[in-house]
């Protein structure tokens, strides 16, 4: 089954790098093991950048492993190095407490917790950290890297070399800590895998061979490959910015429309990626679009699968109505929840105070932003295509926008959904 496992992640695209790959298919047909893969909190959500490790976990699980993620509440206090051109900021004990418990709770949702022999945990470094003294971590594990050997690690070779900024001391042993995670978690869960994004390569190598100096434990890295766009922009970021798991920070509608608009060219790998869907039904699913007219139907399984892993029924079932809505211009069925989450991040929002509203539509319109000028107002509003609530209105409506805007017809007594022409949207709140 294990064997099966690493090929079915070959045809994903999934396997970047592997220590001792020769005996890793061996090693996990030989019976049930464990694994782990860590997690930063560096806010107080994971990103979607997350998503592939996490989803990782829960495939080497349902072919029989234990995975463990780890929640780095030692790691998070130093800040990983890794590829990034300058010196992390710190953050106080506390704020990185709170994101830890944050970060547990979203890492629930993917791997499981009753699962008999192969039940997922939870584990957090500080555990194993916060009582050693500084005197010991030197001895005893300092002791095992060569500062040759850690300066020659691309990471930190690029750090060192780049003109004016350089490496604390500080993030320079974060190489250490995370090494020393995997062999603490070699001798106390025999744990005996790592998985890690490419970045990780370097940290992961060194945790295994402090296992093998500190415990003579042999033990394996895997690392996936960093998701990359084929347009060379970053993946996981908007215009509006990163895209988090916690829908407080990106809603499940927002969410939706972030991969409902993957270019043609990336959905395919994305859905190997990013679902469970056998490789052969994406395979067949891009045979189908390349024969189809018209769009491909590939972002809207994606955008499907992926919701509903990450916010279950209810936000998958949100964000399709809110999408439903929007296009047919049926506004009646979107709940009070629905028109929150277009507030938050779905649609330009403002609010406005009942009694200071503009003299006229154009002004009104022209303010949000869904005009270059008034002018372009009064000409939609002479084509009646301005709509508020789903109700056309005309030129002889510009000076009445109490009369439009009264609060007795408000969606849910407070929201007004402004369209003009098919595609700009703005959304008012009557305060």
Same mark, same amino acid.
């Given at each position: 089954? @294990?064997?099966?496992?690493?090929?079915?992640?070959?045809?994903?695209?999934?396997?970047?790098?592997?220590?001792?790959?020769?005996?890793?298919?061996?090693?996990?047909?030989?019976?049930?093991? $464990?694994?782990?893969?860590?997690? #930063?909190? $560096?806010?107080?959500?994971?990103?979607?950048? @997350?998503?592939?490790?996490?989803?990782?976990?829960?495939?080497?699980?349902?072919?029989?492993?234990?995975?463990?993620?780890?929640?780095?509440?030692?790691?998070?206090?130093? +800040?990983?190095?890794?590829?990034?051109?300058?010196?992390?900021?710190?953050?106080?004990?506390?704020?990185?407490?709170?994101?830890?418990?944050?970060?547990? =709770?979203?890492?629930?949702?993917?791997?499981?917790?009753? !699962?008999?022999?192969?039940?997922?945990?939870?584990?957090?470094?500080?555990?194993?950290?916060?009582? *050693?003294?500084?005197?010991?971590?030197?001895?005893?594990?300092?002791?095992?890297?060569?500062?040759?050997?850690?300066?020659?690690?691309?990471?930190?070779?690029?750090?060192?070399?780049?003109?004016?900024?350089?490496?604390?001391?500080?993030?320079?042993?974060?190489?250490?800590?995370?090494?020393?995670?995997?062999?603490? /978690?070699?001798?106390?869960?025999?744990?005996?895998?790592?998985?890690?994004?490419?970045?990780?390569?370097?940290?992961?190598?060194?945790?295994? #061979?402090?296992?093998?100096?500190?415990?003579?434990?042999?033990?394996?890295?895997?690392? *996936?490959? /960093?998701?990359?766009?084929?347009? +060379?922009?970053?993946?996981?970021?908007?215009?509006?910015?990163?895209?988090?798991?916690?829908?407080? %920070?990106?809603?499940?509608?927002?969410?939706?429309?972030?991969?409902?608009?993957? !270019?043609?060219?990336?959905?395919? %790998?994305?859905?190997?990626?990013?679902?469970?869907?056998?490789?052969?039904?994406?395979?067949?699913?891009?045979?189908?679009?390349?024969?189809?007219?018209?769009?491909?139907?590939?972002?809207?399984?994606?955008?499907?699968?992926?919701?509903?892993?990450?916010? +279950?029924?209810?936000?998958?079932? !949100?964000?399709?109505?809110?999408?439903?809505?929007?296009?047919?211009?049926?506004?009646?069925?979107?709940?009070?929840?629905?028109?929150?989450?277009? %507030?938050?991040? +779905?649609?330009?929002?403002?609010? &406005?105070?009942?009694? @200071?509203?503009? !003299?006229?539509?154009?002004?009104?319109?022209? #303010?949000?932003?869904?005009?270059?000028?008034?002018? =372009?107002?009064? #000409?939609?509003?002479?084509?009646?295509?301005?709509?508020?609530?789903?109700?056309? &209105?005309?030129?002889?409506?510009?000076?009445?926008?109490?009369?439009?805007?009264?609060? @007795?017809?408000?969606?849910?007594?407070?929201?007004?959904?402004?369209?003009?022409?098919?595609?700009?949207?703005?959304?008012?709140?009557?305060?």
């Amino acid at each position: 089954m @294990s064997s099966a496992l690493l090929t079915d992640l070959k045809a994903r695209g999934l396997i970047f790098q592997v220590a001792g790959e020769d005996q890793l298919p061996a090693w996990l047909d030989g019976g049930t093991r $464990t694994l782990y893969c860590g997690f #930063d909190p $560096t806010a107080d959500s994971l990103h979607i950048g @997350s998503l592939v490790p996490l989803l990782m976990l829960r495939r080497f699980q349902l072919a029989g492993h234990r995975p463990l993620a780890l929640v780095g509440g030692a790691t998070g206090l130093i +800040g990983d190095p890794s590829f990034k051109a300058q010196e992390r900021q710190l953050n106080t004990p506390d704020v990185i407490a709170g994101w830890v418990e944050k970060i547990h =709770q979203q890492v629930s949702r993917f791997i499981d917790f009753d !699962a008999g022999p192969v039940s997922a945990e939870v584990v957090n470094n500080l555990d194993w950290t916060q009582g *050693m003294d500084v005197l010991t971590f030197l001895r005893d594990v300092g002791k095992h890297f060569s500062v040759n050997a850690m300066i020659q690690k691309e990471s930190v070779r690029q750090r060192i070399e780049r003109e004016g900024s350089g490496i604390s001391f500080t993030e320079f042993t974060y190489m250490i800590l995370q090494s020393f995670d995997f062999a603490e /978690l070699s001798r106390r869960y025999d744990c005996s895998l790592q998985l890690g994004g490419s970045d990780q390569w370097g940290n992961i190598t060194g945790g295994i #061979d402090l296992a093998r100096r500190m415990y003579g434990k042999q033990v394996f890295g895997l690392t *996936m490959p /960093l998701i990359t766009k084929a347009d +060379g922009t970053k993946f996981g970021k908007t215009e509006s910015g990163t895209v988090w798991l916690d829908p407080a %920070r990106t809603s499940p509608y927002a969410f939706y429309q972030f991969w409902l608009n993957t !270019a043609d060219v990336d959905v395919y %790998r994305f859905l190997k990626y990013f679902t469970f869907l056998p490789v052969a039904a994406i395979d067949a699913l891009q045979r189908a679009d390349e024969e189809r007219q018209g769009r491909p139907e590939a972002q809207a399984v994606l955008a499907r699968e992926v919701t509903l892993l990450v916010h +279950g029924d209810a936000g998958l079932s !949100a964000a399709q109505r809110i999408t439903e809505a929007l296009f047919s211009g049926d506004l009646g069925q979107l709940s009070e929840s629905d028109l929150e989450q277009l %507030r938050q991040d +779905g649609l330009p929002a403002s609010a &406005l105070a009942a009694g @200071s509203l503009p !003299a006229t539509l154009t002004q009104l319109l022209a #303010d949000a932003g869904m005009a270059a000028s008034g002018k =372009q107002v009064k #000409d939609a509003l002479g084509r009646k295509a301005v709509f508020v609530n789903g109700r056309a &209105l005309g030129w002889e409506d510009n000076e009445r926008v109490a009369q439009c805007l009264d609060r @007795s017809l408000a969606l849910h007594g407070r929201f007004f959904l402004a369209r003009l022409g098919k595609k700009k949207y703005h959304l008012f709140e009557l305060l």
